[in-house]
T-cell receptor, first 110, second 113 residues
Framework: AQRVTQPEKLLSVFKGAPVELKCNYS??????LFWYVQYSRQRLQLLLR??SRESIKGFTADLNKGETSFHLKKPFAQEEDSAMYYC????????????FGKGTRLHILP | EAQVTQNPRYLITVTGKKLTVTCSQN?????MSWYRQDPGLGLRQIYY???????DKGDVPEGYKVSRKEKRNFPLILESPSPNQTSLYFC????????????FGPGTRLTVL
């Protein structure tokens, strides 16, 4: 069964410190992974996806199939990074369902 | 402006009274989807649609219905709402399918008494 686990409900990091939001998944086929973000009073929006291999707002995420992880990283946290982050998974070649993790609230301390 | 709209934004109703939450997108997207967001549970997919007249169940479809008669609209129907359907609901759409960026609506906060 598809499953996405974000082990941290809340992560507090000082401004300028590195950030790592963890995401582990369970999927028997070939997964496609995403990170979505919801800033305060804004709509949920795509931050980045594995297939694009891009860096958005300084964030990167690497798919590690051995560890079944897709952790989100940023070397230097900024106050505007405070938001709710969701990891999500869909399966290549399967149906068009998508599974979201429970989310991690990132709080950047001044 | 390209966007996804939902109506109503807030709704308080009573158990058993049928309701519909509308969702409309003006981006000519094929894929549309409904989610509910609950504290501690994140987002869970209710139903999705790959195109007109094509709908399929997500992870939590029980108690909900959808229809896709036009490409731009994807209403969510609660035939007999119950208190456990009190939640924040989001509609989203994307071009082509779930692998592409989904654009989310502003959300509808539903309370069932």
């Amino acid at each position: 069964a598809q499953r996405v686990t974000q082990p941290e409900k809340l992560l507090s990091v000082f401004k300028g410190a590195p950030v790592e939001l963890k995401c582990n998944y369970s999927y028997s086929g070939s997964p496609e992974l995403f990170w979505y973000v919801q800033y305060s009073r804004q709509r949920l929006q795509l931050l980045l996806r594995h297939i694009s291999r891009e860096s958005i707002k300084g964030f990167t995420a690497d798919l590690n199939k051995g560890e079944t992880s897709f952790h989100l990283k940023k070397p230097f946290a900024q106050e505007e990074d405070s938001a709710m982050y969701y990891c999500a998974l869909s399966g290549r070649g399967g149906d068009d369902k998508i599974i979201f993790g429970k989310g991690t609230r990132l709080h950047i301390l001044p | 402006e390209a966007q996804v709209t939902q109506n109503p934004r807030y709704l308080i109703t009573v158990t058993g009274k049928k309701l519909t939450v509308t969702c409309s997108q003006n981006m000519n997207h094929e894929y549309m989807s409904w989610y509910r967001q609950d504290p501690g549970l994140g987002l869970r997919q209710i139903y999705y649609s790959m195109n007109v007249e094509v709908t399929d169940k997500g992870d939590v479809p029980e108690g909900y219905k959808v229809s896709r008669k036009e490409k731009r609209n994807f209403p969510l129907i609660l035939e007999s709402p119950s208190p456990n359907q009190t939640s924040l609901y989001f509609c989203a759409s994307s071009f082509g399918g779930v692998f592409n960026e989904q654009f989310f609506g502003p959300g509808t906060r539903l309370t069932v008494l």
